[in-house]
């Protein structure tokens, strides 16, 4: 069964180093909250990335990472001490407060700016043309594994607006223009337009299929 989590962070925690093997790398976090019940094999969600655990201690674990993970999302850019989201995954009986995010991120978002609206700070990004297809007006998105409710998309301009307790207790709080953040967009989303799309082309094809069978038999 694939991993969940609901976006709702359960601490920041602190990169401390990457080791390098012969084909893949390894992520040491500093932690303490998602260690709670861990054990070799569970998923942890860094920054919105789901990553298997393969050695822990009382105030770290240490996750396998693969190159392109690493050039696909922020955590190939990540220096020592940077502070990361973490969510353990979901299991059976926990409470799910934001939606479900599957750790698998969609690409990255670049930071245009930050306003303070009253106690909310509205965060404008920039997102690719393959990604943009996929986010709803006032639907879901995971930024760096936050889950928030999208205000506005237009031209590949992403617009998400962060509560107190979504900006504080997460390294959304930390984000200047120009910075790189990790998205995923809602899997409903994706289903809905894949069933679009299908139903489309069955459609076309269908289409054609009538007026090949018409213009072979003398019709048009």
């Known amino acids: 069964m694939e991993n969940l989590f609901t976006g709702i962070i359960q601490e920041k ?3 401390l180093r990457k080791y390098k093997g012969s084909s893949k790398y390894q992520l040491e976090i500093k932690a303490e909250k998602v260690l709670a019940n861990i054990k070799k094999g569970d998923s942890i969600a860094v920054n919105g990335v789901c990553l298997t655990v393969v050695d822990f201690g009382s105030d770290y674990f240490r996750a396998d990472v693969m190159p392109e993970t690493l050039k696909a999302t922020n955590l ?3 220096q020592r001490d940077a502070v990361v989201n973490l969510e353990q995954s979901l299991r059976p009986d926990d409470f799910i407060g934001g939606h479900f995010v599957t750790g698998h991120v969609d690409s990255t978002a670049v930071v245009n700016s930050i306003k303070t609206e009253e106690n909310a700070r509205v965060v404008e990004l920039k997102v690719d043309q393959e990604t943009e297809k ?28 962060l509560i107190p307790e979504s900006w504080s207790e997460t390294n959304l709080s930390m984000l200047a223009a120009g910075d790189r953040v990790n998205i995923e967009t809602d899997m409903l989303g994706k289903y809905v337009y894949k069933m679009l799309a299908n139903s489309k082309e069955t459609e076309q094809s269908e289409s054609e299929i009538s007026k ?7 019709f048009i």
């Open 212 to 218: 090949n069978f018409l213009a072979e038999n003398g």
């Open 134 to 161: 996929f986010i709803v007006q006032k639907g879901s998105v995971a930024l760096n594994g936050v889950s928030l409710t999208v205000m506005e998309i237009d031209n590949n301009i992403l617009k998400v607006s």
């Open 13 to 15: 925690g602190k990169f």
């Open 76 to 78: 190939g850019e990540l």
